[in-house]
């Protein structure tokens, strides 16, 4: 089996290094071991091997490795940021083989047509990038066959579990507010109402992340493709790049994490693996650009800052960090104890003999409905002259584009020991679009210094962003207030309203009746405001920190994924998207990958099965 701890004598030299071991370098890696079983190729990966590693395959651990103590995700810590309540934002990333694929919450969502073609990328595409889609897919779900794909590695499916009751319960509640059910969400599109949420579960009930599904079938078919090789556990420092401009190899050292106690990292010293034919960057958005910098590559000033030596003088690697800003809100429920997971989380059922049982319920991640929502005009125009000013001139003509995602978890989603035993429903809103933007940068040459992280929550002008969060409360809870499981507000979840305001949270054994829109004072606002500010919060959909675009833009990779300035060098993840989703990236991020191993083959002139 070519997975390593440690490099095995002889692999010291490979055609192709892909550093990182993520979602979209997993898809690279297997397909062009397919392509060519005799090109070597060589995968490092910062974090452990993911194989059956039970937080990762159940569906319904998946909360488990955002756990302070996991071992799963790497955990990157923000500046303080005086526009969200003097915080240190945290945002994790993948930090095992598989990346974020392997953690995330495996919805299926799939970015808008207007989304990719806003990339003004030649190849690039929506059209272009269908095929892609569907190569990715194997597809149990409704809607059109023509948007879908049929055999591809990654099943789509309802799982072994949903809660039916909740979520009929929501998409009746969502039409009285007026977004109707539509049956495919995903076809890049439909917008402005809710779906019955597809997952990347196997019908059998295992996640699909691109780890199980790509590589490790070719890591255990080792007579097949003897040339593959994965290493894990071993942090990429940097890529080595020669006096021509060319990159020639990858300088990597054993994560301090997975070292036995007592062992001093200075008897591992870094190592340098050799590249005969290219060198692919995979970190993700938060990983690659220090990786580029490190390597020379980036902005002169970080780079003379830091003590790097310059080697290619490009201002915008790490610039224009991007995520979907969310906020999450809980609500008490009458909901039986089979249509939430609080029970797992909160230890009340015995996960381990569950999934002795095989019990349908681990293939669930909790979360059945999916939407994308925009504002009506009178919506609008109450939000402001310059939130109108931004809307007419990016949402008004393009139908396409969503304001504001909006997904109902099933489950308390924080830390069950901190509300009553019971089972509760969550909403997540999460910004589709936000105009904020951040950084991410080195502050030393040694990949254990300080990263100047700046996340940018909230820092657009005329808190457009803010607004769209401000509005968005308030339309995901007159949905809730309709629905038959709601009994009430859990407080601590929920704006801190001023005495005897009128949108006071509540608690009630019963469901409302005569429903009317709650009515918001401008202290209730402020309310809203102060608790977003100290509540909103990464979605985990980091991306744009090596953005594909040319030089005269700010941009780091070429449309071929080449890095301006250097040879033999390319990018291949999140960072690379030019403008951002109104979707969870996870789908955009497996298109990158099969895009970026189309791509390679053909520069490389693999045969493409």
């Known amino acids: 089996m070519g997975l390593h ?6 692999i010291d030299e490979v055609d192709v290094i892909i550093a990182g071991g993520g979602t979209a370098s997993c898809i690279i890696a297997a397909r062009l071991a397919e392509a060519d079983p005799n090109l070597s190729i060589l995968v490092i990966e910062g974090g452990a091997n993911n194989y059956n590693v039970a937080s990762v395959i159940y569906p319904a651990l998946f909360l488990q490795n955002l756990a302070p103590n996991s071992t799963t995700a790497i955990f990157y810590k923000g500046n303080k940021a005086k526009q969200l309540a003097d915080r240190e934002p945290i945002v994790p990333s993948g930090g095992i083989l598989g990346g974020g694929s392997s953690i995330n919450f495996m919805m299926y969502t799939r970015a808008q047509r207007s989304d990719f073609d806003s990339w003004k990328t030649a190849g690039w595409s929506a059209d272009e990038l269908l095929p892609f889609m569907k190569k990715l897919e194997t597809y149990h779900g409704p809607g059109e066959k023509e948007h879908h794909g049929f055999d591809g590695p990654i099943h789509v499916s309802n799982s072994t579990y949903r809660a039916s009751r909740p979520e009929t319960d929501f998409i009746d509640a ?8 539509i049956k495919d969400l995903q076809n890049l599109d439909a917008n402005n109402g809710v779906e019955r949420w597809l997952r990347y579960v196997s019908p059998d009930g295992k996640r699909q992340d691109t780890a199980h599904t790509y590589l490790h079938p070719k890591l255990q078919d080792s007579n097949a493709y003897p040339n593959l090789h994965v290493l894990v556990e071993a942090k990429v420092v940097r890529a080595v790049v020669d006096d021509s401009g060319r990159a020639v190899g990858v300088e990597y050292t054993p994560n301090p994490d997975f070292q036995a106690a007592g062992i001093s990292l200075t008897k591992h ?16 958005a938060c990983g690659t650009p220090a990786v580029l910098e490190r390597s020379g590559v980036g902005n002169a000033e ?20 991007q995520d979907h800003h969310l906020v999450l809100y809980p609500y008490r429920t009458n909901l039986a104890a089979d249509e939430t997971i609080d029970g797992i989380l909160s230890g009340r059922a015995d996960a381990a003999e569950l999934i002795a049982k095989n019990d349908k319920i681990m293939g669930w991640n909790s979360i059945d409905i999916s939407s994308k929502v925009r504002p009506t005009d009178d919506e609008v125009s109450a939000l402001g002259p310059e939130f109108q000013a931004a809307w007419d001139r990016d949402f008004k003509n393009a139908p396409n584009k969503p304001l504001m995602l909006m997904g109902l978890v099933s489950c308390f989603l924080g830390d069950p020991s901190s509300v009553p035993a019971g089972q509760y429903v969550t909403i997540g809103n999460y910004t589709a679009y936000p105009y904020s933007r951040g950084h991410m940068h080195i502050t030393g040459s040694d990949h254990s210094d300080r990263l100047d992280f700046d996340v940018g929550f909230f820092t657009d002008p005329h808190d457009i962003d803010l607004k769209k969060q401000i509005w968005a409360y308030k339309k995901q809870r007159e ?9 009430g507000e859990l407080a601590l979840g929920h704006p801190r309203f001023p005495a005897g305001s009128n949108a006071a949270c509540v608690e009630t054994n019963g469901p409302l009746n005569d429903v009317c829109d709650l009515k918001y004072s ?39 994924l080449d890095v301006h300035g250097v040879k033999g060098l390319k990018v291949a993840d999140m960072s690379i998207a ?15 990958g099969e895009k970026a191993a189309d791509i390679i083959m053909q520069e490389l002139g693999l045969n493409q099965r």
């Open 479 to 487: 949905i809730m207030r309709r629905t038959k499981m709601y009994r």
């Open 5 to 10: 701890t440690k490099l095995a004598e002889g």
């Open 522 to 560: 401008a202290e209730d606002d402020k309310a809203i405001e102060e608790w977003l500010r100290e509540n909103v919060n990464t979605t985990w959909h980091s991306l744009g920190t090596a953005k594909m675009a040319p030089l005269e833009e700010m941009g780091v990779v070429k449309p071929n």
């Open 269 to 284: 010293p870094k190592q340098t693996v050799k590249a005969r034919k290219l060198v692919v960057i995979s970190c993700g």
């Open 174 to 181: 969502a039409q009285k507010v007026g977004y109707p059910e």
């Open 302 to 321: 970080v780079l003379e800052r830091a003590g790097v030596p310059v080697v290619v003088d490009l201002p915008g690697v790490g610039n224009d960090y």
């Open 578 to 592: 030019p403008e951002n989703v109104g979707a969870n990236t996870n789908n955009t991020a497996l298109v990158i």
